[in-house]
Structures are given as C-alpha cells and as structure tokens.
C-alpha cells in the first residue's frame, strides 16, 4: 500500500521556522515527482513546491514561498522534507504532502502546474499555525 505521512506541524511565531516532513511507505520516493500543498482556513488548496522524481533533484517554487521555503528529499530515509522560514501569518495553513509517479523526460513542474490534479497520491496533511 503506497501511503504518506506527514509530520513536523505546529504552532510557531512570526519570523520563525519550522520542517515538515513526510514519510514514504509502498514505494521509493525519489522515482515519483512529489509536491507540497497547502490551505488555508477557507480557502483553496495551493502548490507551493516540489522535487523531480526519476532520481532527480530538480525543485520548482510558487512565487509565494520561493527564497523562504526549501524542498528536498533524503533517499535512504524515504522521506520528503520542507523547511520553511521566515514565517508569516500567511503562512497558517494544512500542509499535505503529495506525489505521482514520474514519467520520462519530464519535470515536478509540469505535475505542478496541474494544480492537486497532478497528483494522485496524498497524505493526510499536517497543521501549522503562525502567530504569536
């Protein structure tokens, strides 16, 4: 069963940091494009990151969190992190983590741009609140 997990929530106060984390089971994460999304209270749910699949370490940003958050994946732990800094209320959200499996010649953006359409796999997500 492919599953995700993710973990790393919680409250933080601006200008902080934090690193999510979600941890991969029924495949080998770095074959599939995998992605960060979030929402906020009432409203859509966004992209915001992802990393090649296929064995590659080719990343893709929204405009909202590039310079502050970073995507990056560690093999051997099975396992897709997000560090973000520099946090802002804004930022408040369910982080989910998500994943498909990654055709040839191709990037993580060109799932990404898709929207959650790109994907077919998700976690269950995990809060973060800023605020102080």
């Known amino acids: 069963q492919l599953k995700l997990v993710e973990s790393g929530g919680g409250l933080v106060q601006p200008g902080g940091s934090l690193r999510l984390s979600c941890a991969a089971s029924?495949?080998?994460?770095?074959?599939?494009?995998m992605a960060w999304f979030r929402q906020a209270p009432g409203k859509e749910l966004k992209e915001l990151s992802c990393?090649?699949?296929?064995?590659?370490?080719?990343?893709d940003y929204s405009e909202t969190v590039k310079g502050r958050f970073t995507i990056s994946r560690d093999d051997a732990a099975n396992t897709i992190y997000l560090q973000m800094n520099s946090l802002e209320s804004a930022d408040t959200a369910v982080y989910y983590c998500?994943?498909?499996?990654?055709?040839?010649?191709?990037?993580?953006?060109?799932?990404?741009?898709?929207?959650?359409?790109?994907?077919?796999?998700w976690g269950k997500g995990t809060p973060v609140t800023v605020s102080s």
């Open positions: 990393i090649d699949g296929n064995a590659g370490r080719g990343t």
């Open positions: 029924g495949f080998a994460v770095d074959r599939f494009a």
């Open positions: 998500a994943g498909h499996s990654m055709g040839p010649a191709t990037t993580c953006g060109a799932y990404m741009t898709r929207g959650a359409a790109g994907f077919n796999l």
